[in-house]
């Protein structure tokens, strides 16, 4: 029999059983088995599993969501933003290239989108400090809220590449100021948080302002949106 995993939720942080969490969700083209590498295996030499990887049958993502909140934001977010991902699939299928700058015309929800990429990063954030911000979390859990704090800043950008990568929170000291940086990425866009900082390419996209839109409001815009290279095995660095 599967062991339950019982722990605090990343999102309400009720200590309850957790479900999986897609991330990005199923719908986005994360649905088949993947290779997943850690920390020990990318960068411990002395640990045994250095230089290997695991086998996750169901795609990227973990148990870090109770199902209240795994249900919730999945109802509300996580099939908008899907159809986000597919019409930037759809337009790089019709060009058949992708350019170092490029105009996608989207037709979405911006703030649903927002929440989604939020969420995500909720997800993959195991020191707790998104969690423990009790404004962000409002933002989240409360579909109709639009006020998340302006210390996170959301940027997007375009990449094409076979890794995958999930950054959770990285901590840096920049001549005694502390921010934070968290990433993303799984084809075709990349998504980049930032706390209390800017982003590490200034072409990056801020999308930020999809907080201004309500829940379930469209909008049709054609968005700039850089291309990186995302084969490097560190965050904020690009080829």
């Known amino acids: 029999m599967k062991k339950k995993k019982i722990d605090f939720c990343h999102l309400c942080g009720q200590f309850k059983e957790l479900t999986f969490e897609h991330i990005p969700p199923k719908s986005a083209f994360n649905d088949k088995p993947i290779l997943i590498q850690n920390y020990e295996h990318l960068f411990d030499k002395k640990s045994y599993l250095y230089g290997k990887s695991f086998r996750s049958n169901n795609g990227s993502g973990s148990y870090c969501f109770c199902e209240s909140c795994n249900n919730n934001t999945g109802t509300w977010y996580a099939n908008d933003f899907s159809n986000f991902v597919k019409q930037a699939y759809v337009h790089f299928e019709k060009t058949s ?7 996608v015309e989207l037709n979405y929800k911006p703030l649903n989108v927002l929440k989604q990429i939020l969420t995500m990063f909720l997800a993959i954030d195991h020191s707790g400090y998104l969690r423990d911000d009790k404004n962000l979390v409002e933002f989240i859990l409360e579909k109709e809220n639009k006020s998340l704090p302006d210390k996170y800043q959301i940027y997007l950008y375009i990449t094409i590449s076979k890794h995958k990568r999930l950054f959770g929170i990285q901590w840096n000291n ?7 940086h968290s990433e993303i990425t799984f084809n075709p866009f990349g998504y980049f948080l930032a706390i209390d900082s800017p982003p590490p390419i200034e072409t990056m ?3 930020t302002q999809f907080k201004d839109y309500s829940f379930n409001e469209n ?8 291309y990186l290279k995302t084969d490097d095995k560190f965050l904020g660095q690009y080829n």
Do not use: E, M, Q, Y
């Open 174 to 180: 920049l001549n005694g100021t502390f921010n934070a």
């Open 205 to 207: 996209t801020n999308i």
């Open 219 to 226: 909008a049709n815009f054609i968005i700039p949106l850089f």
């Open 97 to 103: 290239r992708v350019s170092k700058l490029n105009l």
